[in-house]
């Protein structure tokens, strides 16, 4: 069965960094994507980054310049560095990989539990 763990969330104050990872295990052919998104309470799941397996990176625009997502293909794990964190950063960010699972040939989109990020002011 395929599973995304993730780990590196916590609390932090204004302007402080975190660093999410994710680390993808299983039996699977090819991740062809991985990302992150996030959920406040109240609001609807948005996008925060995504990486496509050649590297092309796409981001919301309240993060651009903040946050950087990288892969580690051989270690089929997503990672992403969060500077200058923002009281509205606060939510749970999920990992999302697009993969084709062993034995099946399709693509199918996996999500992680989900990891707490507070900023407080």
């Known amino acids: 069965q395929v599973q995304l763990v993730e780990s590196g969330g916590g609390s932090v104050q204004a302007g402080g960094s975190l660093r999410l990872s994710c680390a993808a295990s299983?039996?699977?052919?090819?991740?062809?994507?991985m990302g992150w998104y996030r959920q406040a309470p109240g609001e609807q799941r948005e996008l925060v980054a995504t990486?496509?397996?050649?590297?092309?990176?796409n981001y919301a625009d309240s993060v651009k310049g903040r946050f950087t997502i990288s892969r580690d293909n051989a270690k089929n794990t997503v990672s992403l560095p969060m500077n200058s964190l923002k009281p509205e950063d606060t939510a749970v960010y999920y990992c999302?990989?697009?993969?084709?699972?062993?034995?099946?040939?399709?693509?199918?989109?996996?999500w992680g539990q989900g990891t707490q990020v507070t900023v407080s002011s």
């Open positions: 299983g039996n699977f052919f090819k991740i062809n994507a």
């Open positions: 990486i496509i397996s050649d590297g092309t990176t």
């Open positions: 999302n990989a697009a993969l084709q699972p062993t034995p099946w040939f399709t693509t199918v989109n996996y």
